[in-house]
């Protein structure tokens, strides 16, 4: 219960100023942009590269979205409070984690169609299967992210540092969507790597639940 | 009796090591098929199982901080991580010379190699995170939990990556440990041996370091009380 | 010696040389740390000690 209460007030405070997802929104849209400069690509090629495309962008947008996730509770002491508070610390992160994955499939959600538009690619024949990565994949990101989130709190240059120390955690996840995904977009529903976000999301979730007293006491 | 214990591991390990490369060179045959170059194999595989078993030290440390509180655990893990980096790009740049002999690049995405790039990303951050917390038990746990996430994504890679190769069908690194010959089994265990002493006295010489920078922090405190 | 074997040395040299550099630069790093972690001490000690007199 308290998990749902902090996603909502968490979910309530990003609809009322919109500032991470507008953030995030836009700078999805100007990576896809730059993308279609940086490369020359004939339609066989893109296809190719669509998947890896797409969870770039989406990983990029993220790190962004659950940078705030605990970053905007240190104005006024509110994290003291918080972990002050009767709430259990995996409510905090949980109800947080929530509120950023819903959050993060928001914008993917809004880049999505974009994305089909600039690259051509048809994403609705396969709308199931991918909408299924799409959310494995994107919780992954968002539970280690808010776990990190939570790490990085009161490191200087947080805004550097969280991206430094997530991607690299994400590459077996991220790996297996982009396969993923590429498969889907080339019309194949063929999902043999499921398994990985199976796996990465399962462990993170019990190691993140698990550590999370000890991240936030520091 | 510690500074005695650093140069003896030192010496020895570095003795070893002498040794081994007269092994190495002047008495091992030549692989056929390879030729001379198979002989990188002798500290390119050494480093990784020397980076791994330190790791290893590492994960172990930062639970056993988290559990405790007791900072000498934390001097430990940097430590370990410390000299496990080192040791995992020797392993790095011995792996990519070797590729590019024998299969013309600089660079093959195969499952090891790549694992052993994570793992030096991954704890990359680590070491770089440190320095950004100034607060030392706010970096010890922090530096505990990212090593312990580290340590758990090390499977996942793994297993992503070799699923990965499977379609994409990228070179692999044709030898297995398993079937190395019998005659180059001395060298290459005398190698590991070697490394794990050389990285135990770095580790100790760096431990050393660590206690003495909470001296200093204590007496800077001091200082500002008198 | 066959161009082949000549060009297999040369990129040995060049990974073995590259491993003990990187060993090495770690040990010289290790020392430097080392000097200026004791000469950081010393100081402290000597500040304690002058303001306890």
């Known amino acids: 219960m308290a998990a749902l209460a902090i996603a909502g007030k968490d979910l309530r405070t990003e609809w009322r100023t919109k500032e991470s997802l507008n953030a995030s929104v836009s700078f999805a849209l100007v990576i896809l942009v730059l993308f279609s400069f940086a490369f020359d690509l004939d339609r066989e090629e893109l296809l190719a590269i669509s998947g890896g495309l797409l969870w770039l962008v989406y990983a990029f947008a993220g790190a962004l979205i659950v940078n705030r996730s605990f970053a905007r509770e240190l104005p006024n002491d509110c994290l003291d409070v918080l972990i002050a508070s009767p709430a259990p610390g995996w409510a905090v992160f949980l109800g947080k984690a929530v509120a950023c994955f819903l959050l993060l499939i928001l914008v993917e959600l809004i880049s999505l169609p974009v994305f089909g538009l600039f690259y051509n690619i048809h994403w609705a024949g396969s709308i199931f299967p991918l909408l299924l990565v799409i959310a494995l994949a994107t919780w992954g990101i968002t539970v280690v992210g808010t776990a990190f989130s939570a790490v990085t709190v009161n490191v200087r240059l947080r805004e550097l540092m969280l991206p430094v120390l997530l991607y690299p955690l994400l590459i077996p996840l991220l790996i297996g969507a982009m396969e993923m995904t590429t498969g889907l977009l080339n019309g194949n529903a063929v999902l043999s790597d499921i398994r990985i976000l199976l796996v990465f999301d399962a462990v993170f979730t019990s190691l993140s639940i698990y550590l999370i007293d000890f991240i936030l006491v520091i | ?226 | 010696m066959s161009a082949v074997d000549i060009t297999n040395l040369h990129f040995l040299f060049f990974g073995y040389s590259a491993a003990w550099l990187i060993m090495i630069g770690f040990v010289f790093l290790l020392v430097r740390r080392s000097r200026r972690i004791d000469r950081e001490l010393s100081r402290l000690k000597s500040l304690v000690e002058d303001k306890e007199k």
């Open chain 2, 1 to 226: 009796m510690r500074e005695k214990t650093i140069y003896g591991l030192g010496i020895l390990g570095t003795l070893l090591l002498l040794w081994n490369f007269y092994t190495i060179f002047l008495v091992i045959p030549i692989d056929a098929l390879q030729g001379n170059i198979f002989r990188i194999i002798f500290i390119h595989v050494p480093a990784a199982m020397t980076a791994f078993a330190f790791y290893g030290v590492a994960v172990l440390a930062s639970i056993a901080f988290l559990w405790t509180k007791n900072f000498k655990w934390d001097s430990m893990a940097v430590s370990a991580v410390e000299v496990g980096t080192m040791f995992t790009l020797v392993n790095l740049a011995t792996g990519s010379i070797w590729a590019r002999v024998e299969w013309g690049i600089w660079w093959a995405w195969d499952a090891r190699m790549t694992t052993q790039l994570m793992l030096f990303l991954l704890y990359l951050g680590y070491l770089l995170m440190r320095p950004a917390v100034a607060e030392p038990t706010q970096r010890a746990t922090m530096s505990a939990i990212l090593s312990i996430f580290a340590a758990a994504d090390i499977p996942v890679v793994f297993m992503a990556i070799r699923l990965h190769n499977v379609r994409t069908q990228h070179p692999g690194p044709v030898l297995e440990t398993g079937g190395l010959a019998p005659v180059y089994w001395p060298p290459f265990l005398i190698g590991i041996v070697a490394f794990l002493l050389l990285g135990s006295a770095m580790i100790l010489v760096r431990l050393h370091q660590e206690s003495s920078s909470r001296e200093i922090d204590s007496l800077r405190r001091e200082l500002h009380a008198i």
